[in-house]
């Protein structure tokens, strides 16, 4: 398989803020990372999978493959990175913009989100990520 680096912030289990840019843009650059083949390993440069986990549970507490994973990690005390693509595309939040039902888990939270735009589910989930 070949190698190659690409910085956009990205997280096992989340996504970084938004210094610069747009909710658009950070979404769209996700949805490419997302696009690309399941078996990816993801090295991202800081361990924050506990606190994603903790967010992504917020959000939608009913996650079975989130919760596996939280206690999987306590359970071997292991270290998450890297991780796998396949794996982020289900319990990574920022990922799953686009699924209907957890749009509906986040209009839950915030009202004002449009269930059909997932850059608006993205804007409102990222709102609420800082605020955590």
């Given at each position: ?56 549970l ?9 919760r ?60 609420m990520?800082?605020?955590?």
């Amino acid at each position: 398989m070949a190698h190659f680096f690409v910085e956009i912030h990205f997280f096992l289990g989340g996504c970084g803020r938004l210094f610069e840019g747009s909710p658009k843009q950070m979404y769209d650059s996700l949805e490419k990372l997302k696009n690309l083949d399941s078996r990816l390993d993801i090295y991202c440069g800081h361990e924050y999978s506990l606190a994603n986990i903790e967010f992504a549970l917020a959000i939608e507490p009913q996650n079975l493959a989130i919760r596996r994973w939280k206690d999987s990690i306590h359970k071997h005390g292991k270290v998450t990175v890297p991780g796998k693509l396949e794996h982020q595309r289900i319990v990574n939040p920022f990922l799953r913009c686009n699924d209907k039902h957890f749009a509906e888990c986040v209009s839950e939270l915030d009202p004002s989100v449009d269930t059909t735009d997932p850059v608006s589910v993205f804007a409102a989930l990222r709102r609420m990520k800082d605020k955590f």
